[in-house]
């Protein structure tokens, strides 16, 4: 799915990162297409925010899709002898398809809400300043509100 991904917005004309573990895999189509491979795993923040950075050196990141796979382990909750499926498998699932997905999404969030790039930019668009927004309670990790723009890039 994201080898498909790469390839319809490849052809649509984004300039697209693949981000992968799949070195051998992410090199060809790297080759093949032109476009930039990141070895990165979903889970690292580091890994993950250097691949955004990659992005980011293109232009303003405005579409992140994470297709990630990884372990699975299934089970039953209950053996049919009695005994209890085993926690570790359970928890490298929730890792990788669970705390992983989110990591990326967080992440590339932030970064399309232009937390890294000159609020001017997006208030130039704007020959009227905007109306304040109505004020309202915000949780200590919201993020700061974009001045709106009579038309978005
Ligand atoms: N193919 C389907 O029909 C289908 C249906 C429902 C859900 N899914 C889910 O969608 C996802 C993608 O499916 P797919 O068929 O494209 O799988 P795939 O195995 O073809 O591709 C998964 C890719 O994820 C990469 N990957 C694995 N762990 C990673 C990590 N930690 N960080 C970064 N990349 C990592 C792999 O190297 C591989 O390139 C999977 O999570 C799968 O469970 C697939």
Redesign the pocket.
Known sequence: ??EATVRRLHAAGARVVI????DE?GKALEQELGVRYVH????SEDEVLAAIAEAEAMGPLRISVD????P?VGGRLLGKDGSPMGIDGFRTTIE??LI?FFNVMRLAAAAIAGRNRPRTAVAASSSTPPRSPPTRARSANSPTPLPRAASSP
């Open positions: 799915m994201g981000a992968d573990v799949a895999k990165a795993d979903a889970g297709v990630h796979g990884g699975a990788s398809y992983s």
